[in-house]
Nanobody, 128 residues
């Protein structure tokens, strides 16, 4: 079974950094699209960063480009999201997700292509 578990959220001041981790099991990163999403209170879920099965380019939302970096450690089967220069508007519950049968672009995977597997979220709160 595919399982994902995000961790690493917390309270941080604006300008600070956090690194989120997503422990994965039941699949190989090379064979699945993976990504990070977030949902702020009262807002729709947003794709933050994604990479597809067939597109080696990592997509980043404009709002995080240059501040967030997605990476993975295949040996540890862990996905990371390094978040620097955090802003209050980054406050949200962050989720990791994966999909094994969609072959769109990385952009598509973050914009409704439909990730099949979702982990429980981790809350990031950025104070001003």
């Amino acid at each position: 079974d595919v399982q994902l578990q995000a961790s690493g959220g917390g309270l941080v001041q604006a300008g600070g950094s956090l690194r989120l981790s997503c422990a994965a099991s039941g699949f190989t990163f090379d064979d699945y699209a993976i990504g990070w999403f977030r949902q702020a209170p009262g807002k729709e879920r947003e794709g933050v960063s994604c990479i597809s099965i067939t597109d080696s380019n990592i997509y980043y939302a404009d709002s995080v480009k240059g501040r967030f970096t997605m990476s993975s450690d295949n040996a540890k089967k862990t996905l990371y999201l390094q978040m620097n220069n955090l802003k209050p508007e980054d406050t949200a519950v962050y989720y990791c997700a994966a999909d094994g049968d969609s072959y769109g672009s990385s952009w598509n995977m973050c914009h409704g292509a439909g990730m099949d597997y979702w982990g429980k979220g981790t809350l990031v709160t950025v104070s001003s």
